[in-house]
Every structure is written in structure tokens, then in C-alpha cells.
């Protein structure tokens, strides 16, 4: 009985270490969590900083395996597609879009947008909130909710 107080009492403290040694490293904890809901909009693309020319949203709906789907605005047009989470797993598409022309700035973002989103596999989600979503090689798009008005 005493031993096991003793290995509960280990493991606890040693769980409390880990997180200490990720924050001495400047590592966030990661935070489990679900894209559902929304919206999100797109804070980061690729370490590029804030999109501010247009605006860059993503909404998740619920449903089940093959009725998920997403929407939002992609700087200039809007898309749909469907959406799967499973754990830190995540998969897009296909995505459709409108085809409204606008600025050509606006539209590169887009075609970065567009992009980025149909090569995501895993989503991650840091201690401030936000959720960070990756592909294989190595683009990443920070998302956070958006505020009520």
C-alpha cells in the first residue's frame, strides 16, 4: 500500500516536472481541443504575421463522419467542403469555391489560404487558445475564435 502512495506520488511530480522542463524551454503545452464551432479567423499564415487585407474565416459544423463540413470566406470568395478531427488528426476537403475576382494581393492570399488548408493533417491548440493547423511540409495556419461583438 505504501509503495503505491509512494509511485502515485512520483508520477505526479513528475508530470509537474515535464511541464516545467516544456516551460523552461519556451514550448506552450499543447491543449487538447475541437475545431467545431466557429468562427475562427485565420491570425497567421505560415509565420507571414496578421492578414488584414480581407478577411480569412473558417466555420466547422458538426455532423458524422461524412456530413462534417466547413465554410468561410478565403480573402475574396467564399468555399465549402468537408472536415474530419480525430483526436490531433485532422483532414480538408475537397474545398469548392466561388470565383469572384477581386485585387490581385487579396487573391494571392487566398491561393496561400486555399492551399495551406487542403495540405493540413494534424491541428494543435496552444495555452492562449489558438488552434495551429499543419501539413507535412511544414506551412502552418494559427486560427483563433472570433470574439462575440
Known sequence: MMIDRMALIGLVLLAGCTRQVALVKGQVPVIAGSLEGGPWLVEDLNG???ITAARVDLSFDPGDHDTSSIHGRAGCNRYTGRWQQAGNS???GPLALTR????PAIMETERKVIAALSAVTSVSFDASGAALLRSPDGRVIKIRREKPA
Open 100 to 103: 469572384m475576382l477581386c485585387p
Open 90 to 92: 485532422v483532414k480538408f
Open 48 to 50: 507571414g504575421g496578421s
